[in-house]
């Protein structure tokens, strides 16, 4: 019984903890030079993926900013170069046309980005919808799921090549694939399962982060109370873009790591919960085996894309 109690607490000061976070320790101000390096940040024209946009660029590095609407983010890409002072070291930000709820935009994407490129440091699956109101993708998919699981799988899937060619030439660990969840993962949502496939990638380090209580436009399609409940709770995009780049950034992270959930505004989770550990290993290890069972999914619905 007391055993039980201390984990009910302990995931109580987590979930609190998520909501009040800490201060930030990584941020523009201390994040080194990334010259010569290469990113691609998904949904990158607004909210949380403007921000790592924004900051890449500050220090240096060549960001690809995917999205699907070219006027969305070429009017991003103009603002993310004002913002930054004659005298501030800029890197090159280029746009990637990618509809990640449409399979059959992923292909043309990639094949566009390494026609151009050679090496990726970091991907930054940051996109995502939360309650549209369109029910399905083009594929015939719920929404929801192509946009957040399906369409970054087939992404990361087609990515793989060029990361690992780059994690050849590069420190270990230095090499990320960082994947967005949320707070809501802490109260049952299978968000991480989707991700916790890519938890083994050789010299590739693969974290899923909640980048915080932030407040953007995933919420518009939300009741309008739940956006004037959560107001005072919500904090700045700057702050979820902090976290990805704790997690893409960190040097204490090894690739032992590989699947760990970051908190906010940049801290491995103490105790994530049993049940979703166990769904994250096979059963030949004494888990449930749903994890694996949910990328066998995956696979099978972005098999014709590949």
Same mark, same amino acid.
């Given at each position: 019984m007391d055993q039980h109690f201390n984990k009910q607490l302990n995931s109580m000061g987590v979930t609190w903890s998520q909501i009040f976070? !800490?201060?930030?320790?990584?941020?523009e101000v201390n994040l080194p030079s990334q010259n010569g390096k290469v990113f691609i940040v998904t949904g990158g024209y607004s909210g949380v993926g403007f921000e790592i946009c924004r900051i890449l660029y500050r220090v240096g590095g060549t960001v690809y900013l995917a999205g699907r609407s070219e006027e969305k983010a070429l009017d991003a890409i103009a603002k993310i170069?004002?913002?930054c002072t004659p005298t501030s070291p800029k890197g090159n930000i280029i746009f990637l046309p990618l509809s990640l @709820? @449409?399979?059959?935009?992923?292909k043309p994407a990639v094949k566009r980005f390494t026609t151009a490129e050679s090496r990726l440091d970091v991907l930054f699956n940051n996109a995502g919808v939360s309650n549209p109101p369109r029910a399905t993708s083009p594929q015939g998919h719920d929404l929801q799921l192509a946009t957040n699981c399906l369409g970054p799988h087939l992404f990361?899937?087609?990515?793989l090549p060029v990361l690992r060619r780059t994690a050849v030439d590069t420190p270990v =660990?230095? &090499? #990320? &694939?960082? +994947?967005? =969840?949320? *707070? &809501?993962?802490?109260?049952?949502? +299978?968000q991480m399962l989707s991700? =916790? #496939?890519? =938890?083994?990638?050789? +010299? *590739?380090?693969?974290? &899923?982060?909640n980048p915080g209580n932030i407040k953007t436009n995933i919420m518009r399609h939300s009741q309008p109370f739940v956006p004037f409940f959560l107001g005072p709770f919500l904090y700045a995009p700057r702050f979820g873009a902090y976290t990805a780049i704790w997690s893409a950034f960190d040097g204490d992270l090894k690739i032992d790591d590989g699947g760990r959930y970051i908190l906010p +505004?940049?801290?491995?989770? !103490?105790?994530? #919960? %049993? %049940?979703?550990l166990r769904a994250m290993k096979g059963k030949e290890e004494g888990g449930t085996g749903i994890a694996a069972e949910f990328t066998q999914y995956c696979d099978s619905q972005i098999a014709g894309f590949l």
């Open positions: 976070p !800490p201060p930030p320790s990584l941020t170069k004002s913002l @709820d @449409d399979l059959t935009t992923i990361t899937q087609l990515l =660990a230095s &090499v #990320r &694939v960082i +994947w967005t =969840a949320s *707070i &809501v993962w802490e109260t049952g949502s +299978w991700q =916790a #496939r890519f =938890a083994k990638m050789g +010299w *590739i380090l693969s974290l &899923v982060q +505004w940049g801290r491995i989770h !103490p105790c994530p #919960r %049993d %049940d979703l």
